[in-house]
């Protein structure tokens, strides 16, 4: 029973998420896009006068329905069969981690740097509190995240996709080389 | 009752990014060092199937189960594309998260996402609020 507790290989992972765009096509006619579902639940919660919010969000709920899903994939996935054993990352990385400073490197997430009470260092705030309204902020004017245009889009050869996804990696790359060292130094 | 549907698609889909560590921040961050192929790999296999179920859908017209065309997806150009996809590379990065590894790092146990969701959502209220002074 072994392989239910395992990682699922690159080779497994990535067709499984791919075919969720035919699945939810033809089940429903909908699109696969996550960052709409911060959309809905401020069209749903604050709207206010903000055009961007005004919108009859009850039609596209099906989205918050599939993010109730997400948590249940992920309650599934990293409690019920959770891997026991670290993520299997590159030595390169972690010695590059080491060298930061992180030695806890069990579970999915270093939990030295994602608690509670990290919320009220400048450490923990910057990760999580500045870093959440970046992908919040940013998603919502790109027009869509690495489901929406990174697999979505990217599937359907629509070529703004293509510039997202580039530009997704190069600010990513330039957050883990120059930033991040820098705030876990904090 | 007819939504359950896309609770079972979305907890394939979180099942699947979970397992697959796309969810990981260490996996994140080695992926922005370019120092394993695991995240290109999901990547890699993520697009082509994504496109072959469309390509098949196209090509044989299929239809949704409530026998209606497809509705191909269209993602227009905006300047945006490109200020907002470098915003949210940055976040990617801190977090380790983009917005569906939110949900599923909640659900792995890792409760404290919870903050960081809210403040993803307040991030695309403030995107909203100020967005006609934003260039397009």
Redesign the interface.
Known sequence: MDFLFS?????????????????????????LG??S???Q??AAC?P?D????NYDWKKD???L???????????????V???PAP?A??T??MS??NSLGLHD?SG???IE????P??LSLKGF????????????????????????????????????L???????????????L??PL?LAL | MKSIKYLLVGLIFGLAITKGEAISWYRIQEMFRFESFHMFGIFMTAVPTGALGLFLIRRLKLKTIEGEIAIMPVKKYHHGVIIGSLIFGFGWALTGACPGPLYAQIGSGYSVVIVTLISAILGTWTFGRFQKYLAD
Do not use: D, E
């Not at chain 1, 510039?163 to 080389?177: E, P, Q, R, T």
């Open positions: 990682p699922w290989p690159w080779y497994i992972a990535g067709p499984v998420i791919g075919l969720t765009v035919p699945l939810l096509l033809l089940l429903g006619n909908k699109n996550i960052s579902t911060l959309r639940i401020c604050v206010g903000i055009p961007l919010f709920s099906w989205n329905i599939f993010a109730v899903g997400l948590v249940l994939g992920g309650v599934l996935g990293g409690i069969f959770a891997n993520v990352i590159s390169n990385t590059y981690f490197l999915l997430m270093p740097l994602f608690n509670w990290s919320l910057l990760m999580m509190i500045v870093g959440g309204f970046l992908v919040g902020f940013g998603t919502r004017y790109a027009g869509g995240c690495t489901s929406g245009h990174g697999i979505l889009g990217l599937s359907a050869l629509q070529w703004p996709s510039i997202a996804i580039v530009c997704f990696f190069a600010g990513g790359v330039v957050c883990n080389h930033i991040l705030i």
